[in-house]
C-alpha cells in the first residue's frame, strides 16, 4: 500500500476561512475530495490551537481522514492527531521520531533549498513539502520559489512523496502534478471559495485527468 495515498491536501486556519467556520468548510473540503487536512493556526495562543484542533478531529475522523498538525507537538500529542508537519526553524524531524507519541505519525518536512534532500531530516521525513512553488500571500517566511522546473529538479532526487504549496488553483493544477508532484496543498482555492465543497471537487477533477 502506499504510504502517502493523498493528492489533495487542505491547509486550513480560522483566518483563512474570513469569517465562515472553519470546521464547515472542512467538512465541506472532504465531502468535495480533500484526502487530508492540516490545521495551521500561527497566531493562536496554545490553548486556541488545541481548542481548534478538538474541533477538527471531530469532522476529520468521522470521514477517516487525516489531521496533520503544523508545527505543535502538544497539540498533535493531545488530539491523536495523524501527523505533524515542521518547516527549517521548527523541530527537527530526528527528534520528533525520538518522542513516543509521535514516533510513529505521519511527518512532514518542508524543503526549502535542495541540499536539504541528502540530510537526515528529509530520509525520516514521510512526505516533501515543496514550499512554496509560487509566492502567495498566505506563506511570507519562505525562501525559495520553486516553480514548475523546481519541482521537475526534486522528482528526479527523491521518490519521497512531494506535496507542493504555493499560489495554486484550478488552472495550474494539473500542471503541478505532471511536473512531478504527488499531490496539491491548497489554502485559499478552497478556504476562500464561496462553494468550498465544489472548489474541492473541482480541483481533484483536474488532478486525476
Not at 2 to 20: M, R, T
Not at 23 to 46: N, T, W
Not at 162 to 172: C, D, Q, S
Request: aromatic share 6%; proline share 3%; net charge negative.
Amino acid at each position: 500500500m502506499n504510504s502517502f495515498p493523498y493528492q489533495l491536501y487542505l491547509v486550513i486556519s480560522e483566518a483563512d476561512c474570513h469569517g465562515k467556520s472553519f470546521v464547515e468548510v472542512a467538512e465541506q473540503a472532504i465531502l468535495g475530495g480533500v484526502d487530508i487536512i492540516q490545521l495551521r493556526e500561527k497566531k493562536s495562543s496554545d490553548t486556541e490551537f488545541l481548542r481548534k484542533a478538538q474541533q477538527l478531529i471531530e469532522i476529520t475522523d468521522k470521514y477517516h481522514i487525516p489531521l496533520i498538525i503544523n508545527d505543535h507537538i502538544m497539540v498533535t500529542e493531545q488530539v491523536h492527531a495523524a501527523g505533524i508537519h515542521v518547516g527549517n526553524s521548527d523541530t527537527a524531524p530526528t527528534l520528533l521520531r525520538q518522542r513516543p507519541l509521535i514516533q510513529n505519525k505521519i511527518i512532514g518536512y518542508s524543503v526549502e533549498y535542495l541540499s536539504q534532500l541528502e540530510n537526515e531530516q528529509t530520509r525520516v521525513s514521510d512526505y516533501l513539502g515543496i514550499s512554496p512553488v509560487f509566492r502567495t500571500d498566505t506563506k511570507t517566511d519562505t525562501v525559495t520559489e520553486w516553480g514548475l522546473h523546481g519541482i521537475t529538479k526534486i522528482r528526479q532526487l527523491t521518490e519521497k512523496p512531494l506535496v507542493a504549496i504555493g499560489n495554486i488553483h484550478l488552472k495550474n493544477s494539473r500542471e503541478i502534478i505532471k511536473a512531478g508532484a504527488d499531490c496539491i496543498a491548497v489554502v485559499s482555492a478552497i478556504c476562500s471559495a464561496d462553494d468550498p465543497q465544489k472548489a474541492a471537487y473541482e480541483l481533484k477533477n483536474e488532478i486525476l485527468k
